[in-house]
């Protein structure tokens, strides 16, 4: 018994707008959700006579996803997004999954995040970076797709993430006032942070917040390059503070 809570505890509901997101995205994106749960339901939709998303054939077909076809009856209403959120309350009301996967970068799904959280139940939203604060913010977790690596196709195009040198890293001012909010708040009577904490920290003020934004594969890539903390590796883990100031 405690066996099925656990894998029921794990279980995502991936649903994709099959409108928004280009097919080459979709094995990166079930690669990051892999490391969130098991991705027990997984479901594009879109009207599937339009010409332009003839290419998500193969790919749902590879990735075992089962498109969900949905004619747009009425000319300027987005029936897509309509059939998408009714399948997630569906889901929802059926009180099996952790998480649910949104996979868009349309502002129309920023109530359904909103509601499914307030159920008790994990977000996680996947869009590009002109995705509307809105959404990103109504989600537990934002990430954008461009840092998930290159598309499977070239033909997509893909915006290379560059890694930001330290020099612009410390004069972000917003990132590293949040560091130093997060690092003050999960600090001990020492001053040391443990760092996944900070990570923690870091999610709930941003949900889009993530070291690959920057160009930096980990947190502790990114904490290091800023150059005002010292990190620590400790058998439990890794821990930071702010550096002291010098003095004059």
Not at 85 to 101: E, K, N, Q, V, W
Not at 201 to 219: S, T
Request: hydrophobic content about 35%.
């Amino acid at each position: 018994m405690l066996e099925d809570m656990a894998e029921r505890n794990d279980l995502l509901a991936v649903l994709v707008d099959a409108d928004n997101v280009a097919p080459s995205r979709i094995e990166a994106v079930l690669a990051e959700i892999a490391q969130h749960g098991t991705a027990s339901v997984k479901r594009v939709y879109g009207d599937w006579t339009k010409p332009n998303l003839r290419s998500w054939k193969d790919a749902a077909s590879e990735h075992v996803i089962q498109p969900i076809q949905q004619f747009d009856n009425t000319r300027g209403k987005n029936a897509t997004d309509s059939a998408l959120i009714i399948d997630a309350m569906d889901l929802l009301y059926t009180g099996r999954f952790h998480g649910f996967c949104i996979v868009s970068s349309d502002s129309d799904f920023t109530r359904l995040a909103s509601r499914i959280r307030e159920d008790g139940v994990t977000v996680y939203g996947f869009g590009e970076r002109k995705t509307p604060e809105s959404f990103r913010n109504a989600c537990d977790q934002f990430t954008y797709l461009e840092v998930l690596g290159e598309p499977a196709s070239p033909t997509e195009g893909a915006e290379e993430v560059t890694r930001v040198p330290s020099a612009k890293l410390r004069q972000d001012a917003r990132l590293v006032g949040q560091l130093r909010s997060a690092v003050g708040t999960a600090s001990s009577d020492d001053g040391w942070a443990d760092l996944g904490t900070v990570g923690q920290l870091m999610r709930k003020q941003q949900p889009d917040f993530d070291a690959r934004n920057w160009g930096y594969a980990k947190l502790s890539d990114l904490i290091k390059a800023i150059g005002l903390f010292q990190v620590e590796t400790k058998p439990r883990g890794m821990r930071l503070r702010e550096k002291p100031k010098k003095s004059s």
